[in-house]
């Protein structure tokens, strides 16, 4: 079983709905959780980091479910901007300035 | 203010030569990362750096690569006797405490490595 996993996608979504993805690890030590976006030949950009009692940015909410070890990400009102692949990230080790491990990613695409 | 730099862009070597990436990393952040991302692939860690040591090189592939940081900044990462299977992109991250505690992690563009 790899460490972190996500549905590839792809998500085809009309622009103005609601979308989520999950993301499983599995190292039930895992203190630190992150959300990236990556548009085609860039480099990954912290979305946010996502906090044990779920946190909110503008349109974006992240939970974290500690007992079934995943983590979400919901978009709300989807713009066609929204459009990349989102990555899941996992600091496995459970300490805090080391790897993290990043899930393949979840592609999606917003249409008009 | 300033994000992570990366040079080259890109670069294109032949079989067998060795090349020399760098990063730069955002200034007062202690903590450095390289991973590289192949076509179609995840983010794959290389090495980490806190200040010049590095306590997990467990992502190097091979002894033909490596990696040094000095003065607590500029790190380099060195690929000897290149191979087709080294062509990737380079990406490099350095990290902070973010609000929450967590660790947070910045990348730079990266290097485009195509080896021919």
């Known amino acids: 079983r790899k460490e972190v996993e996500q549905d590839p996608g792809p998500f085809n979504v009309p622009e103005g709905a609601t979308v989520a993805f999950n993301c499983t690890y599995s190292?039930?030590?895992?203190?630190?959780f992150f959300w990236y976006r990556q548009d085609c030949r860039k480099e990954p950009k912290l979305l946010m980091s996502?906090?044990?009692s779920g946190n909110e940015d503008g349109r974006f909410t992240a939970q974290l479910n500690r007992a079934s070890q995943y983590i979400s990400l919901l978009i709300r009102d989807s713009k066609l901007s929204d459009s990349a692949t989102y990555l899941c990230?996992?600091?496995?080790?459970?300490?805090?300035?080391?790897?993290?491990?990043f899930g393949t990613g979840t592609r999606l695409t917003i249409i008009p | 203010g300033a994000g992570v730099s990366q040079s080259p862009s890109n670069k294109v070597t032949e079989k067998g030569k060795d090349v020399e990436l760098r990063c730069d990393p955002i200034?007062?952040?202690?903590?450095l990362y390289w991973y590289r991302q192949s076509l179609g692939q995840g983010l794959e860690f290389l090495i980490y750096?806190?200040?010049?040591?590095?306590?997990?090189k467990s992502g190097l592939p091979s002894d033909r690569f490596s990696a040094e940081r000095t003065g607590g900044s500029v790190s380099t990462l060195t690929i000897q006797r290149t191979q087709q299977e080294d062509s990737a992109v380079y990406l490099c991250?350095?990290?902070?405490?973010?609000?929450?505690?967590?660790?947070?992690?910045?990348f730079g563009p990266g290097t485009r490595l195509t080896v021919t």
């Open positions: 991250a350095s990290s902070s405490i973010g609000t929450s505690g967590n660790h947070e992690q910045y």
């Open positions: 190292n039930s030590a895992s203190q630190s």
């Open positions: 996502v906090y044990s």
């Open positions: 990230a996992v600091n496995s080790r459970g300490f805090g300035n080391e790897k993290l491990t």
């Open positions: 200034s007062g952040h202690t903590a």
């Open positions: 750096f806190q200040g010049n040591s590095a306590p997990d």
